[in-house]
């Protein structure tokens, strides 16, 4: 998966999602059709395109109601759409044992139909149980969720699946997390790796003047891939995937703003691809969690939470057709 012949592009097509105090922000349940209808809209039926979703692995014993998001992603794969399957480490008794059973289990029952697996979420985030960074022995769940993935699609003979991990930026104390990860796992790791991911919202936790956005993208891109990825022993040829990205129509912050937030951040993004060998970019997410809440983590979809679409889905169309596979 090359970044040479344009950005593979994704959604992630759910309405819960986690917000920053451990907990998840919800609405109205998920209406598979006329999410099929909106995927179908931003990107037509046999053209490559990623569907996101996260499973959990959690102890047996974890009283949480963890389920899929979105409930049922496989269904939406298939025509050329593609899973981008985040496999989440929850498991507050570092079992990382049984973390690895669970990945080989995915990739045997999900591998046909999975192009991406992403193993652990967000894991340099330690402060929130939403993400995995807060439960422990996460470093090790990573490394050896990496290899025993990347051993069981070899088994299973695909091919096609590539296996990677991400992080949010690394700045101050956290700079090091990847070169950590790469000197416990070896050259083993390295060499298993399809892609590493990057979550990352400009002008959302933190403003960005609309004229400094282009540059504020690039310029994280670049720091990233030459002072985080590059001397950790990450290959420059493996592709940076950006796995997460939106910005919340929400009080002052306007669904015109949030079209042209999209555009100049994946314009941005696109004009840096060849030289920072980006491969993918994933939205989130398709529809708001709940369209009548307060809040920001409640409004980061293309559209409402009763699927009418904000100006920014007809600017992800476009963009989709200009740089898009």
């Not at 920053?20 to 598979?32: I, M, N």
């Not at 569907?51 to 692995?57: A, L």
Request: charged share 25%.
């Amino acid at each position: 998966m090359t970044a040479s012949a344009g950005l593979l592009f994704g959604i992630y097509p759910g309405g819960a999602t986690g917000d920053d105090t451990g907990g998840l922000a919800r609405g109205p349940a998920d209406d598979p059709e006329r999410i099929r209808a909106a995927i179908g809209k931003l990107r037509p039926g046999g053209r490559p395109f990623l569907v996101r979703g996260y499973v959990s692995f959690v102890d047996s014993d974890d009283t949480r109601e963890i389920t899929e998001a979105p409930d049922g992603v496989e269904r939406y794969a298939g025509d050329g759409r593609v899973l981008d399957l985040v496999a989440q480490y929850q498991s507050h008794r570092g079992d990382v044992a049984g973390y690895t059973g669970f990945i080989r289990r995915l990739v045997r029952d999900h591998g046909r139909s999975t192009a991406t697996l992403q193993i652990t979420e967000e894991p340099n985030v330690a402060g929130n149980p939403t993400l995995d960074g807060y439960y422990p022995k996460v470093r090790d769940a990573l490394v050896e969720g990496v290899l025993a993935a990347d051993d069981e699609a070899r088994r299973q003979g695909f091919d096609h699946l590539r296996i990677g991990f991400n992080t949010t930026p690394l700045f101050g104390p956290g700079e090091g997390f990847i070169t950590a990860l790469t000197e416990r796992g070896g050259k083993e790791f390295t060499a298993a790796l399809g892609y590493v991911g990057l979550d990352f919202f400009p002008d959302v936790f933190r403003p960005v003047p609309p004229k400094g956005l282009h540059d504020a993208v690039t310029g994280l891109l670049r720091l990233h891939r030459t002072e985080r990825l590059t001397p950790a022993g990450i290959d420059p040829a493996v592709p940076l995937h950006i796995t997460e990205n939106g910005w919340p129509t929400f009080g002052d912050r306007t669904p015109e703003r949030q079209a042209e937030v999209l555009e100049a951040t994946v314009t941005a993004i696109a004009g840096c691809r060849s030289e920072l060998a980006i491969g993918a970019y994933t939205h989130f997410a398709l529809r708001d969690a709940d369209s009548d809440a307060p809040g920001l983590f409640h409004h980061f979809g293309l559209l409402t939470d009763d699927y009418r679409p904000k100006p920014a889905f007809t600017t992800y169309q476009a963009l989709i057709e200009r740089f898009g596979r």
